[in-house]
């Protein structure tokens, strides 16, 4: 779920000048740093709420702010390159979801599941399935950017962000200035929730959360103390965030004490509603995420009748390579499978196979409606692998995970192919960027989810509950070990939670019908999400209606750059604190 606005019209102008060189040596430094922040800091925000805010803007805004720091004469073209590259590597960041959801079924009794996804084996993992991605989705520029224009609004947001920061002007100060604020509140909130012994100093601690109510206390429900959540809910839009409300009220208002009454939970106690809870929640994200896909049928047909049109044009990344470098990530992503994972040939290859013709739905989804189908398109490759190879979860995640990784960085690949055919960049150096960010994206979570696991936690009362994870975990164990494994009561909410996740995303497909229909998939991230989280995005959302209504203009030159930072501030401090508690700098209360 994109969570970006699109930024207001500004003038583009694509011809770029002579001597404008984009792959500069400071473009591609900044860039792999700006990488570095992004894929590092990406992981928490995902973790967090479910999903992110367009790494696209955020990206180019700290490129702004980097190139600025090396050099006074950047233009938009080499800050394209660390947008490309922040964008690549925060795609590969969000495959942290699937790392989650291994460790959400090692810690479940239930599952019977015992593998841990080391680091390193992520690092191989996510690199070559990442670079897979890549090359798979070069042939389509030409296709879907240059010959369908399709919209791909958050590329468009991107490339109007680069050219306003390429002004002399003081917007683009203003601009910088803001998420540069943000990004300090956020972070400074965060150090002092967190309640770091810093330096052998305690800061003052600012509560994690105002709960509503007795109950709000024991369900998490309550205003959390989050300039991210702010930061989020400004970014996301009043449509979901009240869907996401309307569905945190259903879980964790209305249903508990019920559950409780009912005897299909022992005790009002958050963990053990939420394992409850996360059935209709599946039932919801999983039906409405497919049946939007179902919908949209005639986009999927265009998808495979334009592919002959899909040729690669001058200034492009050659085909020969795009060939032997699919050739060549495809063999190292097997094999790594195959000796790390313990994944037979065959059905690497089946999971790259199908990964194609998914990977080509999701570029066409996003094109048109700025809804990146990811999440969905993993389901389906678990439902049709949960038929190929049943009963194993490790080789249901696993399949599930190439598909995600070349759907991710296709569709982000393809938006930064947008953002360079509006500005006109070079589409090959674009490629170049993409490729270069993989391997660092990669290694940023593969070292940084650990950290956020054993500092926070995945799951639990207070952990990160990453929602897609769940999502993730649970349709795994319904393939592998059938609906009898589920609580007492659940197997009937799964199926009320698919029928309404159906009923929502037929509704909302209307025009007329669509203002008054909550969002199946907000609903759904809002029964997962912890309820303090989504009370402040909706907050976060009406203060930006507020805003919106009193001063429009300076609403929609800062609004973005403001969330954005929020956003930014206090991930990066999330992963800060847990580095420096293990460097022996700091201590958690």
Not at 96 to 106: E, I, K, Q
Not at 481 to 496: C, D, I, K, R
Request: hydrophobic content about 50%; aromatic content about 8%; proline content about 5%.
């Amino acid at each position: 779920m994109s969570t970006a606005e699109t930024a207001a019209p500004v003038d583009i102008v694509p011809e770029k000048p002579a001597d404008a060189r984009e792959f500069t040596l400071r473009s591609v430094l900044v860039a792999i740093v700006v990488a570095a922040v992004i894929g590092g800091s990406y992981p928490y925000v995902v973790l967090k709420l479910g999903f992110g805010p367009n790494i696209s803007v955020v990206s180019a805004f700290f490129g702004y702010l980097a190139l600025g720091i090396a050099a006074r004469n950047f233009h938009r073209w080499e800050n394209n390159i660390v947008q490309t590259a922040g964008t690549s590597a925060g795609q590969t960041a969000f495959l942290c979801t699937l790392m989650a959801a291994f460790d959400l079924l090692r810690m479940d009794p239930a599952a019977n599941f015992h593998y841990e996804l080391q680091p390193h084996q992520a690092f191989m993992w996510l690199s070559c399935s990442g670079v897979l991605g890549v090359l798979l989705s070069v042939p389509m520029r030409q296709h879907f950017v240059v010959d369908e224009k399709l919209t791909f609004a958050d590329g468009v947001a991107a490339a109007e962000t680069l050219v306003v920061l390429d002004g002399e002007g003081g917007e683009s100060r203003g601009a910088a200035r803001s998420m540069a604020i943000g990004s300090v509140l956020s972070g400074l909130l965060m150090t002092i929730r967190e309640d770091a012994r810093l330096l052998g100093q305690v800061w003052y601690r600012v509560p994690e959360m105002l709960p509503l109510g007795q109950l709000g206390a024991k369900m998490n429900v309550g205003m959390s103390w989050s300039l991210l959540s702010i930061g989020s809910g400004l970014l996301v839009g009043m449509r979901i965030n009240t869907s996401m409300v309307i569905g945190m009220t259903i879980a964790w208002v209305i249903a508990p004490p019920i559950l409780v009454e009912q005897g299909l939970v022992a005790n009002l106690v958050r963990r053990e509603v939420q394992l409850w809870i996360l059935w209709p929640a599946v039932g919801v994200l999983v039906a409405g995420g497919l049946t939007t896909l179902a919908l949209r049928w005639k986009v999927l047909v265009k998808s495979f009748r334009g592919l002959t049109s899909a040729t690669v044009g001058a200034g492009e990344f050659p085909m020969k390579w795009v060939i032997w470098g699919s050739i060549a990530s495809a063999i190292a992503l097997a094999l790594v499978q195959r000796f790390s994972l313990g994944m037979p040939f065959g059905l690497t290859a089946i999971a790259i196979v199908l990964s194609i013709p998914l990977m080509l739905v999701g570029i066409r989804v996003l094109g048109e409606t700025n809804w990146g189908p990811i999440s969905a398109l993993t389901n389906m490759a678990q439902g049709i692998f949960g038929a190929v190879a049943p009963g194993s979860i490790l080789y249901n995640l696993t399949a599930s995970g190439v598909t995600g990784s070349v759907a991710t960085q296709s569709e982000g690949l393809m938006q930064d192919y947008k953002t360079g055919h509006l500005i006109g960049s070079t589409p090959r150096l674009l490629t170049y960027a993409q490729l270069i960010a993989v391997p660092v994206g990669a290694a940023a979570v593969a070292f940084v989810y650990p950290l956020l696991r054993d500092t926070y936690g995945i799951g639990g009362d207070n952990g990160l509950q990453s929602p897609i994870s769940q999502r993730f975990a649970g349709l795994a164990r319904i393939l592998s070990a059938g609906v009898h494994a589920l609580p007492p009561g659940a197997a009937v909410a799964l199926l009320v939670g698919v029928s309404a996740g159906v009923l929502l995303t037929f509704l909302e497909n209307n025009k007329a019908a669509r203002r008054f229909v909550p969002s199946p998939t907000g609903m759904g991230i809002g029964m997962l999400v912890p309820g303090s989280a989504v009370f402040t995005m909706f907050v976060g959302g009406l203060l930006g209606e507020l805003w919106k209504k009193s001063s429009p203009q300076v609403y929609e030159r800062h609004v973005t750059p403001l969330a954005s930072g929020f956003i930014a501030g206090e991930a990066i401090v999330a992963v800060l604190i847990p580095i420096l508690v293990v460097i022996g700098l700091v201590h958690l209360q």
